[in-house]
């Protein structure tokens, strides 16, 4: 048996041997420990002059992360202390585990809307959703299955991002202008608006509005050009902290002996939480909640809520990596721990904030030791400045909630779609819409199942040509593949050649099907090529695969050896079918091989 026929009767398997060695030696080496602990990487070359620069930028993300975790731990439906309980145990965990020096760990308020319709009935809800999330997303670190994020593409991330922004941005609009709503869904929120206008609060709407005005103009104070460009670069970083301040400052002078012109927070239970284990039960309304009980309460949320914060952690990891490597794998490992510690806390599920990791950023971080000024700013607030958080308006966090979707919602990206590709704008329609009209859980699952559907129909309808050529005065039905065959495009391959050939009337005998851009084939390709064999067979007309890899022809070959003879690999075209019309059956399955 020559060489190629060895290759061709012979699959290539990988030796269990020499992957267990390869494992283990991996498994031995330093850089597998460094690679999971990051911070014995950076921690040695840690330099002085680093320091006050991780300081500054720790403590400037504090003063942003106290007002939002206060407004997300209300998004939540939970007591504003549960957010500053999420916002500190996250900053700590990622310094030893996370591998980009940017990114903050806290709630935000895709997080909170998703856990609000179970938080709602008690926050032991929220805080063991935090622990299985930490858990489930761990082990798929520990698996290295930071590659399944690439399933899911840009279109269905910008829809879902677009669509929890609105919803979050317009569950607010009814706390900026001093109304309650009884309901944080989309349509609920602008139902209960636009039924109570007379009802109106005119201090609450009047602080709101000029709050979320401020923050909207704060923002762009970092482009003046004149001056101390850094003093405006900070101003502008501080706006949400002076927001508060000015908010509750103003609520703090103005009330008069238990009366209150606008709707504040209220009470915010003092003091650190208490280090315990997670709650496995509950107690609702009087009556014992099993842990079965409340795992089938919480429902989807538990594939939904670790999904969405692994997106969240990995694009704005890549986002701010600075031309490095971002390892998800690692990434995901440093979120699941964060949520498992932070469950010890009393924390609700926490992943990457944007927002935070933007302001970290820009005050010029060093390396993750700036969470560390971030999470103790937070203790310090809850040690020391729960009385003071009792006067904060809730109009001024509905107006930092606001200010921050708008930035979210990036309606460029829908143009950019438009001009590059409209049929990516399928799989964010269908994301954007479900996601707001039905619920975040399901919208993220519809948005990926329409993004594959797209993904097997292009699969299913590969880019095969088939066209006539005359060659050596021989009519002959070269088919060109474009792409790869997989068991989704092997009947169509086989329709389109036969479909073509009755179209001919008979006038071609041969057909040649180009195998260069084949690169891998299934069993079910391997089927249909055996079938259209016959098929070819019986309308008088020839077979011959050219060009294909071994790996390939091998498939097929192995499958049924008689068909060995239609693979040629070394003539020219021109030599082909010269080598089959030369022949005295004409036939290509009596052709033997040129080596």
């Not at 309460?297 to 999904?307: D, E, F, H, N």
Request: hydrophobic share 45%; net charge positive.
């Amino acid at each position: 048996m020559r060489a190629d026929e060895d290759h061709l009767y012979r699959e290539q398997l990988p030796s269990v041997g020499s992957l267990l060695r390869d494992s283990g030696r991996k498994l031995c080496r330093p850089s597998t420990i460094t690679n999971k602990f990051p911070i014995l990487q950076w921690l040695p070359r840690y330099r002085m002059e680093y320091l006050m620069q991780d300081f500054i930028a720790g403590f400037t993300v504090g003063l942003t992360t106290i007002p939002q975790a206060i407004a997300y731990g209300v998004v939540a439906g939970l007591e504003p202390q549960y957010g500053l309980y999420s916002a500190f145990m996250g900053c700590f965990t990622y310094i030893v585990f996370g591998s980009c020096k940017d990114v903050t760990i806290a709630t935000t308020a895709i997080m909170a809307l998703m856990v609000n319709q179970y938080a709602t009935i008690s926050p032991d809800y929220a805080v063991l959703v935090c622990f299985l999330a930490g858990c489930i997303v761990l082990v798929l670190g520990l698996l290295n299955m930071g590659v399944l994020v690439r399933f899911i593409s840009i279109p269905v991330i910008t829809g879902f991002t677009m669509a929890a922004a609105t919803t979050i941005g317009s569950a607010q609009i009814n706390n900026i202008v001093g109304l309650s709503s009884p309901s944080n869904d989309l349509l609920p929120s602008w139902k209960n608006f636009f039924t109570h206008l007379p009802s109106i609060r005119k201090w609450d709407a009047l602080l709101g509005v000029s709050s979320l005005v401020f923050l909207l103009l704060m923002k762009h104070v970092k482009d003046i050009k004149w001056g101390n460009r850094i003093f405006w670069k900070y101003l502008a970083l501080s706006r949400n902290a002076l927001a508060v301040i000015f908010g509750t400052f103003l609520a703090y002078i103005l009330s008069r002996d238990g009366n209150q012109p606008f709707r504040v927070t209220g009470n915010i239970t003092a003091g650190v939480p208490p280090f315990r284990l997670p709650p496995f039960s509950t107690t609702v309304d009087g009556e014992y909640v099993s842990f079965g009980e409340m795992i089938s309460t919480v429902g989807a949320s538990l594939g939904s809520i670790p999904l969405i914060s692994i997106l969240e952690i990995v694009a704005i990891s890549k986002a701010f990596s600075k031309g490095k490597i971002v390892d998800a794998s690692q990434e995901m490992v440093a979120l699941g721990m964060c949520n498992i510690m932070g469950s010890f806390v009393l924390s609700m599920p926490v992943t990457g904030s944007f927002t935070r990791t933007a302001v970290n950023n820009a005050s010029g971080v060093k390396t993750p030791l700036g969470g560390a000024v971030t999470g103790a700013l937070v203790l310090m607030a809850l040690a020391f400045l729960t009385q003071t958080f009792y006067f904060i308006p809730k109009c001024t966090l509905a107006s930092i909630i606001i200010a921050a979707m708008i930035s979210l919602v990036e309606l460029h990206k829908i143009a950019d779609m438009w001009k590059s590709k409209k049929k990516d704008l399928f799989p964010f329609v269908v994301t954007i819409i479900t996601c707001m009209f039905w619920s975040l859980e399901y919208g993220i699952l519809c948005g990926i199942a329409a993004n594959m559907v797209y993904i097997l129909y292009s699969s299913a309808r590969p880019q095969v040509y088939v066209r006539l050529e005359k060659i050596n005065g021989h009519e002959v039905s070269v088919v060109d593949v474009k792409q790869k065959l997989d068991y989704a495009s092997a009947e169509y391959l086989k329709e389109k050649v036969v479909r073509f050939l009755n179209q001919q009337n008979g006038e071609t005998s041969l057909v040649v099907i180009k195998g260069e851009e084949i690169n891998s084939i299934d069993y079910t390709v391997a089927m249909n090529i055996v079938s259209l064999k016959g098929d070819l067979d019986a309308l008088n007309c020839g077979l011959i695969c050219w060009k294909w890899n071994f790996a390939s022809a091998g498939v097929v070959c192995r499958l049924k050896n008689d068909i060995r003879p239609i693979f040629k690999f070394d003539l020219t075209l021109e030599e082909l079918v010269a080598s089959h019309y030369d022949t005295p059956s004409n036939s290509a399955s009596t052709v033997s091989i040129e080596a």
